[in-house]
């Protein structure tokens, strides 16, 4: 077993930190954030995950998992030294490197012995070359640096399960050396290994969120045309994706996509393909009508009312998907503005993400403490999120407590023939409406 450092202890560091712990690597996870770092020594992470605490605190109690804010104890033993910081976003769509950069010296300054150092932050093609560069700049020891790139695949609220459970691990290096000692610390995982060069790693995960993201747009294009010609398309998925070729996953219809990565992440692959003159044309309409899908509903309840003025929307759902508190690039940030520009009054309400909204959304929006309480004498509800709260929420319960029951599904939550047992008027995405 090795001794590991990784830096930075967002969502993918802290998980990466925790589960490289769980199958016995000593680990110690450096951050900046004194105030964070004493939480997680206690136990505490910083973001919701499931099953993320429970592993962090028996990994911390068995003396496998150390935090610190401090460059020199960190980095002291490792001998691989992973970089997990974020990646915002440029005003223009591209990566802002600021925080890789800051990284890299600060290794240069601190490691004082022959390392790996290996980037799992998404990072444009090319970076981990600027790594290397910026680390043997500041370099006061005469040591030897492997650059490895080894990009995450994983998913918010699945990130435990999906580093057991992964499709594959991509290691990009020159390096022999390197790419045995991290294919030895991946073993435990049971994931699959693929070995390439640096750039086609960086590459690889740009491309597979750029492909995921254009399953979603492509059938939500096609839900548009279902609802023209009479088609339902949930079973159009289903039968598509019979073919292996095609696959059953990521052919939800529903209000697009949103959180920190396909958003961020396709707008900065356009832009790395714009440096070298291409123009990425299929890339820019999955985000074309990725902004459009979010305004959907609004647009089916302003055909369905004329206008919004005065009317009260109860929005259910304001994470950018089910199980996770995020709500970065969520549906619902867009919708309330457009829904209060509008002059509808919007109550609303989420599982576990009302207090992030908060932070984002306009203050004129007010937060039930339920599903119940924000129903109550609305005139029509939006469902953004398909938590399964509101998937089991018993369809009587919308009659009882809406003035009348119009439900504008995002996400499909419900089956037609059972809506059709109730008083309710239905409009899903990609399927005919039930009035
Ligand atoms: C995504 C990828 O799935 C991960 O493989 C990747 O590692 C991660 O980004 C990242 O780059 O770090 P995540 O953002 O957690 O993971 O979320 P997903 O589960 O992929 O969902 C993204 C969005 O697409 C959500 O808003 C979801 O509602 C939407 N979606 C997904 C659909 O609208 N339809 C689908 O069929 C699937």
Redo the contacts with the bound molecule.
Sequence with gaps: MRNLAVIGTGY?GLVTGVCLSEVGHHVVCIDVDEEKVKKMKSGIPPIFEPGLEELMIKNIKNGQLHFTTDYTEGLKNAEVIYITVGTPQNIDGSADLKYIKQVAKDIGLHVTHDVIVATKS?VPVGTNELVHKIIQENLKENVQIDIVSNP??????FAIYDTFNNDRTVIGTSQDHAAKIMTEINQPFNVPIFITDIRSAEMI?YA??AF?AT??SF?NEIALICEKIGANVDDVAYGMGQDSRIGP????A?I???????PK?SIALVKMAENVNHSFKILNSVIEINKKQQMILVEKAKERFGSLKGKKCAMLGLS??PNTDDVRESACIYISKRLIDEGAEVSAYDPIAIENAKKILDSKVKYGANMEETLQDTDFVFILTDWKEFIDFPLDKFSDLMKFPIIFDGRNCYNLEDVKQYPIEYHSIGRASII
Excluded: A, H, P, Q
């Excluded at 995450?152 to 609220?157: A, K, S, Y």
């Excluded at 996953?249 to 939800?252: A, G, I, S, V």
């Excluded at 996509?257 to 396909?262: L, M, P, Q, R, V």
């Design positions: 993918v998404t995450e695949f994983l998913r918010e609220g995960k597979s969120n995921l399953k979603i059938i996953k990521f052919l939800d529903g697009g996509y949103g959180g920190s990565c396909f992440d950018f998907k």
